[in-house]
């Protein structure tokens, strides 16, 4: 599944939003690009199994890099409120992608 999200607001709160969607979707891997106006967009990538979410955030602005790793304490708490353990966060240059991801949708 994939996603393309006008953010306001932060990017985690449109990421734990997006994220209970899928889960009461049952949806197990998606992408999704939060699409900040006049920012370089954040893509993510989210593994779903059961109530272990895994969220990978990728963009080229270091300084949203900053931001992003400083929030996921706070998506933490947010996917918990949801019923999710976030069992891992990454955050990396867009060109950075984590190995075997054109595996990730299987």
Known sequence: ISATIAVDAVPETAVATQVAVWVSQHVQSAELK????????????ISLAGNQATVEFRCDTPETREVLNRAADQLHAMLQSEGLVLSGVSVAASNQRRSGEADASQ
């Open 34 to 45: 939060l699409d900040a106006q006049g920012g370089d967009p954040v893509e993510v990538s």
